[in-house]
């Protein structure tokens, strides 16, 4: 009964990992210097969620883990900025492929998420609470 | 008297249920006001080690009462009045042995703390109280309905 509310924080900690690389995307999306400050486009990452088998309620649910947090593959966003500190011999200037519409529904979607899981959470709270008014 | 009155139920064993619940939320009230600091472990205690205990305890308290463990006079003189009588003369005093299981606070590794999964041991922790709590009520209540001999 009680692993209800185990695998419902599983999803929560994962929407929140998403939302963290959600927002990291978007924080860096002009950023066009590495950690060590070379010219290299920040890469966007993306989380990946995998069911997890650690946290399994009787009927045959199970939790939700972080897969693994990818880089995206695609090419760099190239822009004609020969005044650019960071261009390259053609004046180009390597921008990171991040797409603000779509790490926008995905953030609204993680969001979403996160309520729909603290929801569950309520409604398991309240079957208990109900399944206690008649022994006690 | 009262001893045997509240002792022949369950309450001895459900109080420490509320007793172990309450230091428990506590201690994870405590890691979540600490959720930022440094260098902070998170700390809990383990709801296992207490079922062990309390499994232990109850075993202990269904033997014939030993006179070092008894409550006073009631330990000492019944126990070696009648054999007859140490069927009901429980020892109460195995319970105390339970809070032990709470002295020892657990520290986590950091490796899968979050607020989220704090939140939960203490919803949990929550529910394991109130469904204590709300089964002794109801056990006082049934004494006062057997003392006021008027249906509660």
């Known amino acids: 009964m009680l692993t209800s509310f ?27 210097r590495n950690e060590r400050g070379e010219a290299e486009p920040y890469t966007p990452r993306y989380v990946t969620f995998q069911t997890d088998t650690n946290i399994t309620s009787s009927g045959g649910g ?20 020969p005044g650019h500190p960071d261009a390259n011999a053609n004046g180009y200037v390597a921008y990171p492929n991040v797409d603000m519409t779509t790490e926008f529904v995905d ?29 006690a | ?22 230091a428990r939320h506590g201690v994870l009230a405590g890691n979540i006001a600490n959720l930022d600091t440094p260098g902070y472990t998170t700390r809990d205690l383990s709801p296992e080690l207490f079922q062990q205990k309390l499994r232990e305890a ?3 308290s269904r033997a014939p009462s030993m006179s070092t463990y008894g409550y006073g006079n009631y330990g000492n003189n019944m126990s070696q009045s ?17 809070k032990d299981s709470y002295n020892s606070i657990l520290r986590h590794d950091g490796v899968d703390v979050s607020m989220e999964n704090q939140v939960n041991q203490m919803v949990k922790n929550q529910q394991e ?24």
């Not at chain 1, 880089?71 to 190239?78: C, G, R």
């Open chain 1, 62 to 81: 199970s939790g939700v883990k972080i897969g693994s947090v990818d880089l995206s593959t695609a090419e760099p966003n190239m822009k004609y900025e």
């Open chain 2, 82 to 98: 009648a054999d007859s009588v140490s069927r009901v003369d429980r020892n109460f005093a195995a319970f105390d042995h339970v």
């Open chain 1, 6 to 32: 185990d695998i419902s924080t599983s999803a929560l900690v994962a929407q929140r990992t998403r939302l963290n690389a959600i927002s990291s995307n978007i924080a860096n999306m002009s950023t066009t």
């Open chain 2, 129 to 152: 109280h109130n469904m204590a709590v709300g089964i002794l009520s109801n056990q006082f209540r049934l004494l006062r309905a057997a003392i006021s001999e008027r249906a509660a």
């Open chain 1, 107 to 135: 953030a609204l979607e993680a969001s979403r998420s996160y309520e729909a899981n603290v929801g569950v959470i309520e409604v398991s709270k309240n079957l208990v609470e109900n399944t206690l008014r008649i022994i």
């Open chain 2, 58 to 60: 109850v075993e202990a």
């Open chain 2, 1 to 22: 008297m009262l001893s045997t009155l509240f002792g022949t139920s369950s309450v001895p064993l459900l109080e420490q249920v509320v007793n172990f619940t309450e």
